[in-house]
């Protein structure tokens, strides 16, 4: 019988919280409107097939040796086929890989500006 009396009370208990508004902090918690995110889009692209050094280090993060790694890749694949192929590159992992994913593409003109 006390287990089931300590069920029963879990249960409530439990009910309850679930019935309890959100603290005020949770509720005002910031979320980008589209205009924010529209501030932070890209102005352009590089293209990984096409890019010469100069062009690939406009990239966030990749410097001289990194972009000639990138070439060297791109020079033995004969191109990229895939932009997921820029995390065979040493030093671009996953997270790397994430924050260029937007900035890299595999058609068209290199736009990305300084």
Do not use: C, W
Not at 2 to 11: D, E, P
């Amino acid at each position: 019988m006390h287990s089931s009396r300590t069920r029963i009370r879990a249960t409530l208990l439990a009910l309850s919280l679930l019935a309890t508004p959100l603290p005020s902090r949770v509720e005002a918690q910031h979320i980008p409107s589209a205009a924010h995110a529209a501030q932070r889009a890209p102005n352009g692209v590089v293209n990984l097939n096409t890019a010469s050094g100069d062009e690939l280090e406009r990239l966030p993060g990749i410097g001289p040796s990194r972009a000639r790694a990138i070439l060297e890749l791109r020079a033995r694949l004969k191109r990229f086929a895939r932009v997921e192929d820029l995390m065979r590159v040493k030093g671009i992992g996953r997270a790397t890989y994430r924050r260029l994913r937007p900035l890299v593409t595999l058609e068209g003109p290199t736009t990305l500006a300084r």
